[in-house]
């Protein structure tokens, strides 16, 4: 690791901590060169796997991009926009593996964003599960209707 602030190549760890639950390192390092101290944060690299079999690192700036599209017009702002990528990784790191399909990334959008916005949660969909026809539509908004996704009571089931 070279030192950010002389480029030289020899920093000592001076600390070492588990942070985010243990999903990241931090470490606090010395430059023996200029002794300037600095922050690195390690953490292991969640891939997406496209249909065509690439990986390529998750970027919850590519979930905002995809999202916002579907948003164009809608009462949604930044914030959350990034509070809403920020619980798709979430969700895709609680999976517990280094690899994930993008087609679950795009599940893991879909709860979320119904919550937001039903209209943007309708356009991605209908993009997401390549909806062909109006009854595909239909159907997805009977569901709406059927469950909502805010204000639903759980209730325990009739014994
Ligand atoms: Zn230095």
Known sequence: MRCPFCRHSDCRVIDSREVDDGVATRRRRS???CGRRFTTVEEAVLAVVKRSGVTEPFSRDKVVNGVRRACQGRPVDEDA??????????????GGTAEIPSHEVGLAILGPLRELDEVAYLRFASVYRSFSSIEDFEKEIADLRDAPARDTPVRAAPT
């Open 31 to 33: 430059c023996a060169a």
């Open 81 to 94: 926009l990034a509070q809403l990528a920020h619980r798709v990784e979430e969700a895709v790191r609680a």
